[in-house]
């Protein structure tokens, strides 16, 4: 893939150039296979692979994800990209960023065509200075100085601007293709270049031939001899970008472009006019969907506006050709627009006949959270009861939930490993624990929204509380592990939160039943869509992008995936831990017993889990005992791999291989051994090298324990205890939605708690702030009340 990129708006056409006709499905012979694709590496700080660009021929692409696939793409600069603010010449920065990306596809094998404006802004650049230049000096030293920086510069012609800034612009473009060894040719056309026969083969030859040589067309309207815009139809001396706009989308067509991205000053196509309060940016427009846009001004220059855009790219998905609007002009986004356009990422407008069979992810979110609002203001009897429904579910529908499951695990073979198969694995026994820890969560959720905290009594008849509310909307993502749907969405329930839940596709069956049981539950109280399944083609990326939807992503998976979502999260808190390096210190002072037992469970019940024991950190004077022979034998019967730390390996004439890194999260039957030489050399080891999960000590000393509980920093420390209590369901907590190593909100295994905020509720009579002023008539008395019992039954 590409990096990241983002999109621009739009600029308008000319209704002259664009013919608006019935045009039939055009093959595209010119696809190459993937065997085609050269490997190129990467030179520019935009780091990419190189992607297999073949589809099914005459159609548009239905998905965003389908446009990593493109081979011949069009990218269409509108002047509000190409030229400056002032539109007197050219955004030299965002020119160099343009034609990076460009360098960087063309690269990878595809087939680059540029359409651009610009020519007049920097012929105007250039006819100023040369009109500056040609000022008598008698005249300019009689005028003054004062009067010289004040002299009218005459309204230059827009035309003699293109004919004075068409070599410059292109020696420009150029010179920058140059850096990345490629060669550009510029083609100029005229209407009649499209509506001549001859000069349209001509064309079309020409730009075929340029494309097979390896060469970057750069097309443009020749202003120098074009007919000259309406009256007031642009801002003086910018060029009229109707005609590249229209020049665009009949360019794609008639070259078979199997993309055109379109540049401008806007993000794309919005729902109302953008800037208004409602106007929401449209992610994908499907043919038909005009009748419900209300379309805004033209853009800062052109001629059009969006709506007049919309129709080119109508025009161009007729004749086959996908299309992308979008923003070139955004400093933040514009150095990756076109390659996240490429990679298939949420940006700009898509064009596309392929109407998805359900919600888009967007819907979904509104519904969760219309949903969780209602969820949120029934009975706690009333959720209880919808979470003890799923329960029942659970094992009343095991037959179906198991067959599900099987076609996942038939069609996993042989494509995930062996621990990814076993969290994948459903069993009528982890049915069965699930419907016990439903019904855990079930009674603890009596009590849990609007449950008053705190009570002060401000004044007279002025009282504060402090109750808990529901976060809002959870996104939870999870890999390989369905049990996990139905025990959040139990804790999403209780907790009367709106949940999206995004799973992987290699537990697709799974999910879907137990979604359907979930919803089934919740419509016994009329809050079915309070709980969503994603099963749209969204990029978890995409996803992490939903701030003005989502209010807190909790990751469920391996620690890329957890690192992944926390790099790509926007604006939006990750609940959870990025690796689970857990550690067991064995003191000086440990039990024979004990010790095998604590390291033989945490390690080798479920290695997978990231409550598994992964660095055993040994005391130095145990070493050459009994105690540690028994800990390496057990270790080698249940054929664990031990990696030596580099203390340890000094100990050793023939020892292990030694560890590569101290911070590992091995996942498997492997283990690092390290040996301390006191307590509170095993503390700083795992505050060094641990992750903050859970760490445990083994010992008989109890003030020695005591020590190590107290100043370990991390969520869990046991003491005696298998790292694998570090569990939800194992702490009482019904079930868990994840384990967080934040210092923020919740820490550890997050229940139901976790999923609660708190609101401020303030009762008065006509209390106004003035009353208590030093003048007033009334006085603080910020007293504590007594607080509710909370019910435990």
């Known amino acids: 893939m590409l990096s990241q990129v983002y999109c621009s708006g739009f600029q308008p056409f000319s209704h002259r150039l664009l013919p608006w006709v019935q045009s039939t499905a055009i093959s595209r012979s010119h696809r190459i296979q993937p065997s085609a694709v050269r490997h190129v590496r990467s030179w520019s700080n935009i780091p990419f692979i190189t992607v297999p660009l073949s589809r099914a021929h005459g159609k548009p692409f239905a998905h965003r994800s389908e446009l990593k696939h493109a081979k011949r793409i069009v990218v269409k600069l509108g002047s509000a990209v190409v030229t400056r603010g002032d539109e007197c010449g050219l955004a030299l920065g965002r020119l160099a960023s343009i034609v990076e990306q460009v360098s960087v596809l063309q690269n990878q094998g595809r087939e680059m065509m540029l359409v651009t404006s610009g020519a007049v802004a920097f012929g105007k650049q250039r006819l100023r200075h040369e009109i500056l230049l040609s000022q008598s000096v008698r005249q300019a030293l009689h005028s003054g100085q004062n009067q010289l920086k004040e002299m009218a510069i ?9 004919a004075a800034g068409q070599s410059g612009l292109m020696a420009l473009y150029e010179a920058m293709f140059t850096q990345y060894s490629i060669c550009a040719a510029q083609i100029l056309v005229t209407n009649l270049d499209f509506h001549d026969e001859q000069k349209r083969r001509n064309l079309n030859g020409t730009l075929h031939e340029l494309l097979r040589m390896n060469i970057v067309p750069i097309v443009n309207t020749n202003d120098a001899v074009v007919p000259p815009a309406e009256p007031n139809s642009d801002l003086q001396g910018v060029i009229s970008v109707k005609d590249n706009d229209s020049l665009a989308a009949r360019l794609a067509v008639e070259m078979k472009t199997d993309l055109l991205i379109v540049l401008s000053d806007v993000e794309g196509l919005f729902d109302s006019p953008p800037g208004s309060d409602d106007a929401k940016l449209i992610d994908i427009f499907y043919p038909g969907d005009q009748q419900s846009v209300t379309f805004g001004t033209k853009s800062r220059v052109g001629m059009g506006g969006m709506e007049a855009k919309v129709k080119a790219a109508l025009w161009a998905l007729q004749g086959g050709t996908s299309v992308v609007i979008a923003n070139g002009t955004h400093p933040k986004v514009s150095g990756h627009v076109i390659t996240d356009i490429v990679e298939g990422k949420k940006v700009g407008t898509f064009f596309s006949e392929v109407k998805p069979a359900g919600p888009t992810v967007e819907q979904q979110g509104e519904m969760a959270r219309s949903g969780g609002r209602m969820l949120a203001t029934l009975e706690p009897e009333q959720r209880a009861e919808i979470i003890h429904h799923l329960a029942d579910l659970l094992t009343d529908q095991r037959d179906e939930i198991l067959l599900a499951n099987k076609k996942d695990l038939e069609e996993a073979e042989g494509r995930l490993a062996a621990p990814l198969l076993k969290r994948l694995s459903l069993s009528t026994s982890k049915l069965n624990s699930l419907a016990i820890g439903l019904r855990q969560i079930a009674a603890s959720s009596q009590d849990s929204v609007g449950r008053v905290l705190r009570r002060i009594r401000i004044a007279k008849n002025l009282e504060l509380e402090q109750v808990t509310v529901p976060i809002g909307v959870l996104l939870v993502i999870f890999e390989s592990r369905p049990d996990c749907l139905p025990q959040v969405a139990a804790l999403a329930i209780a907790s009367g939160n709106g949940l999206l839940l995004k799973g992987g596709k290699e537990a697709a069956h799974s999910n879907r039943i137990l979604h359907l049981l979930t919803q089934e539950a919740l419509s016994i109280h009329g809050v079915k869509e309070a709980v969503q399944l994603v099963n ?4 978890v990326e995409d996803l992490c992008r939903l701030d003005k939807i989502i209010d807190l992503i909790i990751p469920r998976g391996s620690s890329q995936l957890v690192r992944d979502i926390q790099k790509a999260a926007k604006g939006i808190p990750v609940m959870g831990h990025s690796e689970g390096i857990c550690h067991l210190y064995v003191d000086s002072e440990a039990s024979v017993d004990k010790v095998t037992r604590l390291v033989r469970d945490s390690k080798c019940e479920y290695p997978a889990a990231c409550n598994a024991l992964e660095t055993l950190l040994i005391h130095r004077d145990l070493l050459r005992t009994p105690l540690f022979d028994q800990i390496i034998d057990m270790l080698r019967v249940e054929q664990v791999k031990i990696h030596a730390g580099p203390k340890f390996a000094s100990y050793l004439t023939f020892s292990p291989s030694e560890v590569k890194s101290l911070r590992t999260e091995y996942g498997d039957l492997e283990l690092c051994i390290e040996v301390v030489d006191s307590v509170q050399e095993a503390i700083d080891h795992i505050h060094k090298y641990g992750s903050s999960h859970t760490d445990v000590i083994v010992t008989e000393n109890e003030k020695t324990a005591e020590f190590f509980l107290q ?5 869990c420390v046991f003491w005696n205890a298998s790292t694998r209590f570090s569990d939800g369901y194992r702490f009482g907590l019904g079930a868990e939605v994840g384990i967080s190593t934040s210092r923020i909100h919740a820490r550890g295994p997050v229940g139901l708690e976790g999923l609660l ?22 006085k603080y008395l910020h007293e504590n009340l007594p607080v509710p019992q909370r019910n435990t039954n």
């Open 154 to 162: 005459p309204v230059l012609e827009a035309r003699a601007c293109a």
């Open 536 to 539: 749209t083609r969204e990029e």
């Open 711 to 715: 100043h370990v920093d991390s969520a």
């Open 757 to 778: 905020t708190t609101k401020w509720l303030l009762r008065g009579q006509d209390h106004v702030v003035s009353d208590f002023s030093e003048h007033g008539s009334l």
